[in-house]
Nanobody, 124 residues
Framework: VQLQASGGGLVQPGGSLRLSCVVS????????MGWFRQAPGKEREFVVA????????AYTDSVKGRFTVSRENAKNTIYLQMNSLKPEDTATYYC??????????????????WGQGTLVTVSS
């Protein structure tokens, strides 16, 4: 399984970005998928996950109401729509995947496959 994340960039506070993660090697509806982020000097943080069934976990509190995860099976792609971006959202965003179904999808340790990360910078 290989993951290719894209869509990051520089955006002003209040702006929007959509991150994409294209998966190859296995259908995404057979995978648990997660989005994580890591700000400079901080630990990697869980953002949201979508299980193989399509069910979505709770979002981390700091992004609730602003971020939305979705997937497009035909393109084997998962998305993270980010609205009302804040400077504290600045981080490298990673998508992750794993085929094991009964795992704690909130934990980075539950994922065996990671994308390369895409940098999101929110600044005026």
């Amino acid at each position: 399984v290989q993951l290719q994340a894209s869509g990051g960039g520089l955006v002003q506070p209040g702006g929007s970005l959509r991150l994409s993660c294209v998966v190859s090697g296995r259908p995404i509806n057979n995978l648990n998928m997660g989005w994580f982020r890591q700000a400079p000097g901080k630990e990697r943080e869980f953002v949201v996950a979508m299980r193989w069934s399509g069910s979505i976990t709770a979002y981390t509190d700091s992004v609730k109401g602003r971020f939305t995860v979705s997937r497009e099976n035909a393109k084997n792609t998962i998305y993270l729509q980010m609205n009302s971006l804040k400077p504290e959202d600045t981080a490298t965003y990673y998508c992750a995947a794993d085929s094991r179904r009964s795992v704690a999808v909130y934990s980075a340790q539950s994922y065996g496959h990671w994308g390369q990360g895409t940098l999101v910078t929110v600044s005026s």
